[in-house]
C-alpha cells in the first residue's frame, strides 16, 4: 500500500500549535479534522487512541508502526501536543459529530473516527444482506465482516466489531431494520437478523 499524501497544510508550522484567535482555531481545527478524516479513511482505521495512536484498522496486514505520523512532521520539526489533541478530538465529537468516545464513561478509552457517519454503515451493511438475499436470515458477525466469500462487500471486510455494534445498536436496529441476538453470556453479539 502506498504511503498517506499529506496535504501541504501538513507542513505549515503554525498547525502544530493550537491559535489564539477565535476564527483562525475555528479553521485550525477543521483542517486538522479534515486531515484525520483522510489519513484513517486511507488505511480505513475506525479508532484512535487520545495520542492519536492507532487502535484498529480494517487493513489486517497494516503495520502501523510504520506509518507515517498523523500528529508529527519532522520534516519542520514541529507536533501537537497533547492538550492541543484533546481540543481537536472535542471538535470532531462536539461539533462536527464525526467522532465519538469508544466509551463515554472512559473517555481515555480512545475514539471512534467517523470517515463514514453511522448511517452510512448502516447503508452499507442493509444493502449488502439485501443484495445478497439474506434479508430476514440471521448472520453471525463472522459472515458480515470475516467471510472469505467473494461476494463480501470490501467496506464490510474486517469491520470493527465495536463499531460493528455501534451501527446495528444506534442505527439498524433503532430504525426496526435490524434484530440483534446476543450470544450466551449476554456480553457479545451473536447473530444479527436484517429485516
Keep these: 500500500m502506498d504511503e498517506f499524501q499529506f496535504p501541504k497544510i501538513h507542513s505549515f508550522p503554525p498547525m502544530y500549535t493550537k491559535q489564539p484567535n477565535s476564527t483562525i482555531l475555528q479553521n485550525q481545527l477543521d483542517s486538522w479534522s479534515d486531515l484525520i478524516l483522510s489519513y484513517c479513511q486511507y488505511y480505513k482505521i475506525t479508532r484512535l487512541s487520545l495520542t492519536g495512536s492507532i487502535l484498529y484498522s480494517q487493513h489486517e496486514d497494516l503495520n502501523v508502526d510504520k506509518l507515517p505520523p498523523l500528529f508529527d512532521n519532522t520534516y519542520i520539526n514541529r507536533s501537537v501536543n497533547d492538550e492541543f489533541k484533546s481540543s481537536i478530538f472535542q471538535h470532531m465529537i462536539h461539533k ?3 467522532a465519538d468516545y469508544l466509551n463515554s464513561k472512559r473517555p481515555e478509552a ?7 457517519s453511522l448511517s452510512e454503515w448502516g447503508n452499507i451493511i442493509y444493502d449488502y ?11 453471525t458477525i463472522y459472515e458480515l465482516t ?7 462487500n470490501d467496506s464490510l471486510k474486517n469491520l470493527d466489531y465495536e463499531l460493528l455494534e455501534r451501527v446495528l445498536k444506534k442505527v439498524l436496529v433503532k430504525q426496526g431494520k435490524a434484530q440483534v441476538l446476543m450470544n450466551e453470556e449476554g456480553t457479545q453479539i451473536g447473530g444479527v437478523k436484517i429485516v
Design 110 to 116: 480512545g475514539i471512534f473516527i467517523y470517515w463514514r
Design 146 to 152: 470475516k467471510s472469505e466469500d467473494s461476494i463480501l
Design 129 to 139: 444482506v439485501e443484495k445478497t438475499g439474506q434479508l430476514g436470515s440471521v448472520l
Design 96 to 98: 462536527l459529530h464525526v
